[in-house]
DNA sequence: TTTTATTAATTGAACGTTCAATAAAAAAAT
DNA sequence: ATTTTTTTATTGAACGTTCAATTAATAAAA
């Protein structure tokens, strides 16, 4: 079997696996063992390829946050209208459409998203990923509104998409795609349309928080 | 020291414990010994009044659910303009009231719920707590405007809710339960301010998901 | 034959649970 | 009022298991 130039393969295999796995178990009940077995080669490869668990586990982040932010990146290159809603337009199906929205990438997102309240380095990509998607936001509504109100439209839909896939990857049923796109496109409606009218008294934002 | 009565006293205080030791070190690294050095008693005592590790982490999640059913029944009580939209709001001010917002809440409510997604037993107390809170939305939506804008205006706040709730456990700062309850409001207000303009394409929901 | 890829066996640490012993408090008996 | 018995609360050490990492051996490719 052994053959030169694995290791790209391998990585790719392994980190794949580590999506199954955390589908089938969840992430505290992940073994290196059961992730080989998935990926049918020998636990002692993943030490070999990414240093140790945690290391297959970082990859395995840092492979959903890329794409995700290709997924985003695509939807907004095949704009024809390129007006700033159409931009906004493109991130939600960009956030929607995340490579693939199956349901291991939903579970191993939330699975990490939770584990990185307590490991610096998967926070810090978690925030990398989190302000790449807020500035991304508002610099399209501060095309359309003032910059308070963009804040907050920035902040809510933002709020909105992840919250979608909170609860998208809890349900029994899993992430439904469409029904979830379908709410964060009425939310940016709203957002917009009232962007002109006069502010009502829950409206009123002072100072970022 | 063994005094008659300590059980309600040694379960509280266990609980306590548990969401101070999941804020320190997260669920992956709670061990039974560090919630029983914060507590200061012996490891021994967590079996013997919660059965075991799980059912003291069982009884954990029930604690905190309860206690936000009870800040939204207490913020519900206190109403004097008694509208549907004062109990939409109320239900806001109940979910960033949360007993108290703190970061153990916080970080302890996101764990449970990534947990729960490979617990049967946790994601049956998850699942209780979604409908109500999405039942309870729907019931005062659906005094302001038709069954279909209803269900999404529903989904949408709760997405908010629980992203906001999200994105709080994970920044650095902690949640900001004001700003949190200002961009809540401030959704609510555009949910029912467009309820009786026309819709635009994307508003356009012909069946629920 | 040297290098690369991989495995299988092993190690050592960490963990949850169990359980016998203990100590205080309460109840009963003297 | 003492003493004895029983109940309740708690400890801490021992046990068995599980797991990640390491190591030495193996096998194919270059």
Redesign the pocket.
């Known amino acids: ?7 790209p393969i ?1 990585r790719q295999q392994l980190i794949k696996a580590t999506m199954a796995a955390i589908d089938e178990v969840g992430l505290a ?5 059961r992730i ?1 077995r998935h990926a ?10 990414f240093g ?3 290391g297959l586990l970082e990859a395995t982040m840092r492979q959903i946050l890329t794409d995700l932010g290709d997924a985003v990146a695509a939807n907004r290159q095949e704009l024809r209208h390129d007006t700033p809603r159409a931009r906004l337009e493109a991130i939600i199906e960009g956030n929607f459409d995340r490579s693939q929205v199956t349901d291991p990438v939903a579970k191993t997102w939330l699975a990490f998203w939770a584990s990185s309240m307590h490991k610096p380095r998967l926070a810090r990509l978690q925030q990398i990923n989190d302000r790449r998607l807020y500035s991304n936001l508002c610099a399209q509504f501060r095309c359309l509104m003032p910059l308070d109100e963009a804040r907050l439209a920035s902040r809510t839909l933002a709020a909105v998409i992840d919250g979608l896939w909170l609860r998208g990857a809890l349900t029994p049923e899993g992430l439904h795609a469409d029904g979830a796109r379908r709410v964060a496109l009425a939310t940016l409606d709203r957002l917009l349309s009232t962007s002109d009218r006069p502010l009502s008294t829950s409206d009123a934002v002072t100072t970022a928080s």
Do not use: C
């Open positions: 079997m052994p053959k030169v130039g694995m290791e391998r009940d992940v073994t290196v063992a080989a049918g080669v020998s636990a002692g490869i993943i030490s070999h390829y140790g668990k945690d």
